[in-house]
């Protein structure tokens, strides 16, 4: 069912993000078929216009969290990294609370996510 979800939510949003009129963050986390848990925070809009997501759509391929994505956590083998996108800057995690701060390029909209590699509560502001 969660799969449904996350289909309905990118095939509603994909369209904007191919305009570029829209550039949403998705945060995944999912344990692959090795066993590996792995999560990170998307750039849609990058995704959608640099490969092909006519699979993504169709419910051929899922979507999933890769190392150039904006975060990415190897939470199996206790590794992460963080990269800017072309529309959103990530900023290092905050020492005074554990998140991961991304301001938009264009607009300068900031979003932080109070988001502990390894924590099951994932809140977004």
Known sequence: QKL????STV????SANLEESKHSIIFL???QENGMEVSGF?????????????PYLTG??????????????????KKSRLCSSDNWQVLSEDNQMPAINFVHKSTGT?????WVIGSKKNRTA
């Open 29 to 31: 986390s999912v344990i």
């Open 42 to 54: 998307i750039d849609l809009a990058q995704r959608v216009k640099k490969e092909n997501f006519m």
């Open 4 to 7: 449904d979800v996350l289909l």
């Open 60 to 77: 051929q391929k899922q979507l999933r969290p890769r190392p150039g994505d904006l975060s990415y956590a190897n939470l199996t083998k």
């Open 11 to 14: 095939k509603e949003r994909f």
């Open 110 to 114: 900031k979003v932080s996510s109070l």
